[in-house]
């Protein structure tokens, strides 16, 4: 069946740093790909989605390439901030339309 | 502003006793879901909605109810049969079902046992 995985957390950088979040799938066919961002205490917010292979979907600074050939949806930034303190989940929208999530990676930024 | 509102922030919950999250959407979506957050983990499914009157169970629906009357409500009633309700939940809407449209989230209601 349709599946996500993300790499664990929590993600813990100094600020300035790279960000590489990890994120592969398994899927039928060639669903589009999600990444969100949930704040303390808030729901899920759209971060950036990329619907076929090779898109880059790109926000606020983040980035990911869809990747057919390995299969993954990998979330970067190259320089975090402190306000970019949350949990990150990756998803995937199967033949039914459902999005299928990952456990989502906590990233904690420090000063 | 268009969005989706959930009420209350937070709810608690007696044995034995049946409380219904509230969720409001201005966006002219025509789906709405329900997930249920818990502590570290990702997103379940309780319920969807595609149309207004119709409804579809999700992985998790047991212990739980909802109602599609109108198209910008669709409310989740957590029964005394779901034996462990406390958990963070988050209703969202799409504009219809298809491969590019993302779903937009509400801010949550956490509920909790008393």
């Known amino acids: 069946g349709n599946s996500v995985t993300q790499m664990e957390g929590p993600v813990t950088l100094s600020e300035e740093a790279f960000l590489t979040i990890n994120c592969t799938y398994t899927?039928?066919?060639?669903?589009?790909l999600f990444w969100y961002v949930q704040y303390p205490g808030e729901g899920l917010q759209l971060l950036l989605k990329?619907?076929?292979a090779d898109d880059k979907g790109s926000n606020k600074g983040f980035e990911a390439t869809y990747r057919k050939e390995t299969t993954s949806f990998h979330l970067e930034k190259g320089s975090v901030q402190v306000s970019d303190s949350a949990v990150y989940f990756c998803?995937?929208?199967?033949?039914?339309?459902?999005?299928?999530w990952g456990a989502g990676t906590k990233l904690i930024i420090k000063p | 502003d268009g969005g989706i509102t959930q009420s209350p922030k937070y709810l608690f919950r007696k044995e034995g006793q049946n409380v219904t999250l509230s969720c409001e959407q201005n966006?002219?979506?025509?789906?709405m879901y329900w997930y249920r957050q818990d502590p570290g983990q990702g997103l379940r499914l309780i319920y969807y909605?595609?149309?207004?009157?119709?409804?579809q169970k999700g992985d998790i629906a047991e212990g739980y109810s909802v109602s599609r009357e109108k198209k910008e409500s669709f409310p989740l009633t957590v029964t005394s049969a779901q034996k462990n309700p406390t958990a963070f939940y988050l209703c969202?809407?799409?504009?219809?079902?298809?491969?590019?449209?993302?779903?937009?989230f509400g801010d949550g209601t956490r509920l909790s046992i008393l």
């Open positions: 969202a809407s799409s504009s219809r079902t298809g491969h590019n449209q993302p779903q937009h």
């Open positions: 966006l002219n979506h025509d789906a």
């Open positions: 909605s595609q149309i207004v009157n119709d409804f």
């Open positions: 899927a039928t066919g060639y669903p589009s």
């Open positions: 990329a619907t076929k």
């Open positions: 998803a995937l929208m199967d033949s039914n339309y459902q999005l299928i």
